[in-house]
C-alpha cells in the first residue's frame, strides 16, 4: 500500500509500504477514505534532520473498517469510523475520567509514536479499536464527512482549550493563533456562550473565518502592539481566558501580557520549549492559572458531534484545500507557506 513518509525537513514522500494489518485481537483495520495535514506536522517538517529515521506522518482520519480482530465489538466491518489523535482502551481510570491522552494501557500511544502506522497513507492498523474508534452515522460520501473528520484532532482540540479555561458565557476569551486550531476555538467559545471573543492574527482569509466562526473582535498586531490592542477592547483590563493555538514563547508571553488578574492562559499549541516564565512577576502576582496540554478528543466526540450532524457547526470549513496522496509533498508546501489553512487528504 501507499503511505507518507517523512525523511527530513521538507522532504516528504509518499512511498510504498507492507500493508496494514489485524496484528492482535483488539485491532481494527480501516481503509482511510479522509485524513489531514496538521499544523502540528509543520514542527517536524521544519526541524527534521536527516540523521532522524524516516517516519510515517499523520493523525487525523476518518475510514471504512475493512477487518476486525476477534475481541472488537464496538464498530464492525463496513461501518465509517473517525479516530482520535490518540489510542486509548476507554475502560482505564483515566479514560473513565475523560482524560484518554492519559491512557494506561501498554497500547496506548498518539499515532506520531508509531512508526510503522500513519494516516497519511491508504489503510492503517487501529491499536484497541474497541476505545478509540467512534461510529459514524453518515454514508462515505457525505458532505457533512469533512467536518466530522475534525472530531478527530483539531475542533476537539479547540473545545479542549474552552473547557480547560472554563469558558461560559460571563466569560471574554483571546484566542492566540489563526491556524485551524485558533480559529475552532473561536468556534468552541461561541458555542459555549462567551460574550466577547478576541482572535490575535494576521491572515485576512483566516481571521474572515474567524468572524464567521464567532470572534468579535480581531487583532493582527502581536507582542507589545497587540497586547496593547487587546487591552483597548478589554478597557484596559485583559481577558479572563487567554488559548494561546501556537506553542512559541513570544505566543506565551503574549497570553500572559493579555490575561486579566485571576484569568487563565490555556494552552493547546504543543509547546516548543520546556522552560517559561512563571514567577511573581508573570503568573504569581495576579493569581494566573496555567492550564491545557494534549486534548482528549475522544471524551469530546458524543457531545461536539451532534452540532455537527444538526448543522448547528461546521467546523469542516477550515478546509481550504485538497489533494490524493500524489499531492502530499506540495500540500505540506502550502501549509508551512500558510498558502493552505488545512489539507484534506483522500487517498
Ligand atoms: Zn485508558
Redesign the pocket.
Known amino acids: 500500500m501507499r503511505a507518507t513518509v517523512m525523511f527530513g525537513a521538507g522532504d516528504v514522500r509518499v512511498e510504498q509500504v507492507p500493508d496494514s494489518t489485524i496484528k492482535l485481537p483488539t485491532d481494527a483495520l480501516v481503509r482511510i477514505t479522509g485524513a489531514c495535514i496538521c499544523g502540528s506536522d509543520l514542527w517536524p517538517y521544519a526541524s527534521r534532520t536527516p540523521e532522524d529515521a524516516p517516519a510515517r506522518v499523520g493523525h487525523e482520519f476518518v475510514g471504512i473498517v475493512e477487518d476486525t480482530g476477534t475481541e472488537v465489538t464496538a464498530v464492525k466491518k463496513g461501518d465509517l469510523v473517525v479516530a482520535p489523535f490518540a489510542i486509548?482502551?476507554?475502560?482505564?481510570?483515566?479514560?473513565?475520567e475523560g482524560l484518554?491522552t492519559?491512557?494506561?494501557?501498554p497500547q496506548?500511544a498518539f499515532w506520531d509514536m508509531i512508526p510503522d502506522e500513519g494516516a497519511q497513507a491508504e489503510a492503517i492498523r487501529v491499536p484497541l479499536a474497541d476505545?478509540t474508534l467512534v461510529k459514524l452515522p453518515v454514508a462515505p460520501d457525505s458532505a457533512l464527512v469533512p467536518s466530522l473528520l475534525t472530531l478527530s484532532d483539531v475542533l476537539g482540540t479547540g473545545h479542549h482549550a474552552t473547557v480547560a479555561g472554563g469558558v461560559n458565557k460571563r466569560t471574554r476569551v483571546t484566542v492566540i493563533g489563526d491556524g485551524a486550531v485558533g480559529l475552532l476555538a473561536v468556534l468552541s467559545a461561541k458555542r459555549m456562550g462567551a460574550e466577547q471573543i478576541i482572535l490575535m492574527g494576521r491572515h485576512p482569509a483566516r481571521t474572515e473565518l474567524g468572524r464567521e466562526f464567532g470572534a468579535t473582535d480581531i487583532v493582527s498586531g502581536r507582542g507589545e502592539e497587540g497586547i496593547a490592542q487587546v487591552r483597548d477592547l478589554t478597557g484596559g483590563d485583559g481577558t479572563h481566558v487567554v488559548i494561546e493555538a501556537v506553542g512559541t514563547m513570544p505566543a506565551y508571553q503574549q497570553a500572559l501580557g493579555i490575561v486579566r488578574p485571576g484569568g487563565v492562559v490555556s494552552r493547546v499549541g504543543a509547546p516548543q520549549y520546556e522552560e517559561a516564565p512563571i514567577g511573581f512577576g508573570s503568573l504569581f502576582r495576579h493569581n494566573l492559572r496555567l492550564a491545557g496540554g494534549p486534548a482528549p478528543v475522544r471524551a469530546y466526540i458524543e457531545e461536539l458531534m451532534p452540532d455537527i450532524l444538526d448543522g448547528t457547526i461546521e467546523p469542516g470549513k477550515v478546509f481550504d484545500m485538497t489533494t490524493d496522496l500524489g499531492g502530499i509533498a506540495a500540500g505540506y508546501r502550502d501549509m508551512a507557506d500558510r498558502k493552505a489553512l488545512k489539507v484534506l487528504i483522500k487517498p
Open positions: 486509548s482502551d476507554g475502560t482505564c481510570q483515566f479514560c473513565r484518554q492519559s491512557c494506561e494501557h496506548a476505545g
